[in-house]
């Protein structure tokens, strides 16, 4: 459940409108910087100046040859700054555990986080697999972090799906990583069940094992597991279908106590919903709307039904 304390996102100096970018300018993302920046605090960072690159100053790109891949000037490969790079971002995502998230630069050599242009030698491009230097190090140093590109928040499923994981990933660092209690772990998946369920009903049944604990594992590696497993589960996008399963999962609550004419209603919204002619919250709020006729302490403390603030205008 996200709570009114702001999250911590990192994010390339240049998506908050800081003109550090090689040519001097910048590149806005309207999304951090008009609905996110109400939510988070944000804590920029662009490696190229960090290195100590001037503004403007001359393109770099990466290269492939046998010593691996290296970032280089686009004009002289000699002009080698991966040494520089490689520090200032071990250096950087060394201290990075108060952040609940990064938003990097996409198409850059040291922010992109995939599908990065490499070049041979001779300036030939020989694929577009590469990852920026720093984008690089961040992922393999905070596996766990969610992390997403600024053009991929432009799609509305995969933004959903970002914000939804950073609200997770603020609960957990509160709420179970510093505890040393089984219970706040019990409590945490239980009430995340459903969230969890509509990323991933595998994960759901798996994580659940986990809690169960029936190997009588230590504490803390049931939690390093758990958190692992959660956060690649929760990178699964949602989706029509897996949401309806948790709708009808939600409506099995209420069979005994609401009517045949409400079921049914309740029934023709998840359909409608499933064939997308109405948004998700259409049969939430009338779900929402059972739960306060009919209370359910379980039911009312789900994430689900509040996986972000409201007002973020995220729901499909
Ligand atoms: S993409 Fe990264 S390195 Fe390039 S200007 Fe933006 S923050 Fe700096």
Redesign the pocket.
């Known amino acids: 459940m996200h709570s009114n304390q702001k999250l911590n996102i990192g994010i ?3 998506l908050l409108g800081e003109k ?2 090689f040519d001097g300018g910048h ?1 806005a993302l309207t999304f951090a910087n008009k609905i996110l920046s109400q939510y988070v605090n944000f804590k920029p ?5 960090g290195i100590g690159m001037s503004v403007p100053r001359k393109p770099i790109r990466l290269v492939e040859d046998e010593s691996g891949v290296r970032l280089v000037d686009s004009r002289d490969i000699n002009k080698d700054y991966t040494q520089a790079m490689n520090k200032f971002a071990t250096d950087k995502c060394s201290n990075l555990s108060g952040l609940n998230g990064f938003i990097l ?1 996409s198409k ?1 050599p ?2 992109g986080m995939e599908r990065m242009k490499v070049y041979d030698a001779d300036g030939n491009l020989i694929h577009r697999k590469g990852v920026g230097l720093f984008a690089k190090k961040l992922m393999e140093s905070h596996p766990n972090l969610p992390v997403e590109e600024d053009g991929r928040l432009n799609d509305a499923a995969l933004r959903e799906n970002f914000i939804s994981r950073i609200f997770v990933h603020a609960d957990w660092q509160k709420s179970v990583a510093p505890s040393d209690l089984f219970k706040d772990l019990v409590e945490f998946h239980s009430r995340h069940k459903y969230q969890i369920m509509a990323h991933s009903y595998q994960a759901y049944r798996d994580l659940g094992q986990l809690v169960a604990n029936h190997q009588k594992l230590d504490y803390a590696e049931v939690k390093t597991l758990y958190f692992t497993r959660l956060m690649k589960a929760l990178k699964n996008l949602a989706g029509r279908k897996k949401h309806c399963n948790v709708l009808m999962h939600l409506q099995g609550y209420f069979k005994r106590d609401i009517s045949g004419n409400d079921k049914q209603e309740l029934n023709n919204l998840i359909m409608q919903y499933r064939q997308g002619l109405i948004p998700l919250l259409a049969p939430l709020t009338l779900i929402k709307h059972f739960l306060k006729l009919h209370p359910n302490e379980y039911l009312e403390k789900q994430s689900y039904f509040s996986p972000y603030p409201l007002e973020m205008g995220l729901n499909g």
């Open positions: 390339s100096a240049c550090v970018r590149k960072v662009c490696p190229e100046v630069t850059s040291s922010c």
